[in-house]
């Protein structure tokens, strides 16, 4: 992998995260019945960054859950290796609630479809929305996001990363080259 790019540092990612809490905050006129699910795995330390954000401004804490797609993915007969299987746990009812899905990157769609589909086998939620932290684009399917970090045009042979502390202990996003 060669780096082509750095596209977000530690203090370009936290002012995104910024306005996106404030976007989730103004949109749905408070946060009465919003619940964030980290789509594994970076979409978890984003969604819980979210939260934190949330309840500076708001004074109340915001139930985050964690969402494994794994077994809705539609390439899971694609893949050479079995699947790593990681843990869903949400611990509060979706039904009637707004579901704001946290995912790293949005590129095709499909792990968003993947992850409303497991989202809708746990309830009902009254609506769901997607909120990335970089949308490079090359969309597959309907699906956009509501809450965007930062748009990032990329050809369709590039690649995005995000790396979190919480997980590669650094905080950036890079463009790189296979």
């Given at each position: 992998?060669?780096?082509?790019?750095?596209?977000?540092?530690?203090?370009?990612?936290?002012?995104?995260?910024?306005?996106i809490a404030h976007e989730i905050i103004e949109r749905n006129k408070g946060i009465e019945d919003?619940?964030?699910?980290g789509i594994q795995t970076r979409g978890v330390p984003l969604a819980q960054r979210l939260a934190k954000k949330i309840q500076q401004y708001e004074g109340q804490e915001i139930p985050v859950g964690v969402l494994d797609?794994?077994?809705?993915?539609?390439?899971?007969?694609?893949?050479p290796e079995q699947p790593v299987i990681n843990s869903t746990n949400i611990p509060f009812d979706v039904n009637g609630k707004i579901v704001v899905m946290v995912d790293d990157?949005?590129?095709?769609?499909?792990?968003?479809?993947?992850?409303?589909?497991?989202?809708?086998?746990?309830?009902?939620?009254?609506?769901?929305?997607?909120?990335?932290?970089?949308?490079r684009g090359h969309r597959e399917l309907p699906i956009r996001a509501d809450y965007v970090g930062k748009n990032v045009p990329t050809s369709i042979n590039e690649k995005v990363?995000?790396?979190?502390?919480?997980?590669?202990?650094?905080?950036?996003?890079?463009?790189?080259?296979?």
């Open positions: 992998m060669v780096q082509k790019a750095l596209i977000m540092d530690e203090a370009a990612m936290n002012r995104a995260l910024t306005r919003v619940v964030l699910v797609i794994t077994l809705y993915r539609d390439d899971l007969s694609l893949q990157v949005l590129f095709t769609g499909r792990t968003a479809r993947a992850a409303m589909d497991a989202l809708i086998d746990l309830g009902r939620p009254k609506a769901i929305q997607l909120a990335v932290l970089v949308d990363y995000v790396y979190v502390a919480e997980v590669d202990g650094i905080n950036k996003v890079i463009i790189a080259e296979p």
